[in-house]
């Protein structure tokens, strides 16, 4: 790891930082850092995580992700179903429409002139 600011190398063997204050996560997780470079002072924060506890989480985030990715995907088929459903009605009502004007080309009073007849 280097130092964020100065990028001076920081290693266990090494030191190049001193821990300023160590934070201990209550469910035993994590421990939190704070760190002062060595060289040029700058203060900054580490964590440190076993790799179980971080493969947890990673998983945790993966389904929470997947989860969130089948919403929008099943949100997105009822809204083409609901678009199929009204294409089909669309078409429904241009065959009648088209059925009426030939209808009417071969000679067919429409429903309006028929009622006005009677
Ligand atoms: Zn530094």
Redesign the pocket.
Known sequence: MN??????QLSPVTS??QVVETRYRADGKSIRRRRQ??????KFTTREYTVQALQATLDLKKTILNNQLVEKVEFALEDIETLTANLMELRVMLKEQTVEAQMIDCGFKTRSERHVAL
């Open positions: 130092c964020p600011r100065c990028h001076t190049g930082s470079c060595t060289t040029c002072a700058h």
